[in-house]
């Protein structure tokens, strides 16, 4: 029998496969898949059902409220919330979530570095956007291989 730990593991190596296509298309076209977000959410639910998964939807729900408000005013792209919402539903604690917010400005920040830069100097007609998926991902990345891994490492 397979045990609860090794399934976990296996299911966020498959939301981490999730995330590196949505950098890609995120990095080339400026999108992140609504199919993407829902294989996370579906891998996230499995995890719950058949891993050691914990769900957290009070954190989940909080943001996507806050998301709206933040993609009303322009100011974040709506698969960006997505992808972030759908992702703070595995991370279990308080501390975690509120390491994964900030750990998600950290790796923003470079981005809107490099984006203010390609701005000033190539002057482009449509302006520039973040590829912000890539900062998300980053995060997660980070959050779970240091608290969600349960065999592997």
């Given at each position: 029998?397979?045990?609860?730990?090794?399934?976990?593991?296996i299911i966020l190596?498959?939301?981490?496969?999730?995330?590196?296509?949505?950098?890609?298309?995120?990095?080339?076209?400026?999108t992140i898949s609504?199919?993407?977000?829902?294989?996370?959410?579906?891998?996230?639910?499995?995890?719950?059902?058949?891993?050691?998964?914990?769900?957290?939807?009070?954190?989940?729900?909080?943001?996507?409220?806050?998301?709206?408000?933040?993609?009303?005013?322009?100011?974040?792209?709506?698969?960006?919330?997505?992808?972030?919402?759908?992702?703070?539903?595995?991370?279990?604690?308080?501390?975690?979530?509120?390491?994964?917010?900030?750990?998600?400005?950290?790796?923003?920040?470079?981005?809107?570095?490099?984006?203010?830069?390609?701005?000033?100097?190539?002057?482009?007609?449509?302006?520039?956007?973040?590829?912000?998926?890539?900062?998300?991902?980053?995060?997660?990345?980070?959050?779970?291989?240091?608290?969600?891994?349960?065999?592997?490492?």
């Amino acid at each position: 029998m397979i045990s609860h730990g090794l399934i976990n593991d296996i299911i966020l190596l498959l939301i981490w496969g999730c995330l590196l296509v949505s950098c890609y298309t995120d990095l080339t076209r400026r999108t992140i898949s609504n199919y993407i977000v829902g294989i996370i959410f579906i891998l996230t639910i499995l995890n719950f059902i058949f891993g050691d998964g914990q769900l957290n939807y009070s954190a989940s729900g909080i943001f996507l409220i806050c998301g709206f408000f933040m993609f009303y005013c322009r100011f974040v792209g709506a698969g960006d919330i997505k992808l972030i919402t759908v992702l703070l539903i595995s991370i279990p604690s308080g501390s975690s979530v509120l390491s994964f917010l900030m750990i998600i400005t950290l790796f923003g920040l470079p981005l809107a570095i490099i984006a203010i830069i390609y701005k000033h100097l190539k002057k482009p007609e449509g302006g520039v956007t973040l590829p912000y998926g890539i900062a998300i991902s980053a995060s997660y990345f980070l959050i779970s291989s240091i608290t969600l891994f349960k065999v592997i490492f």
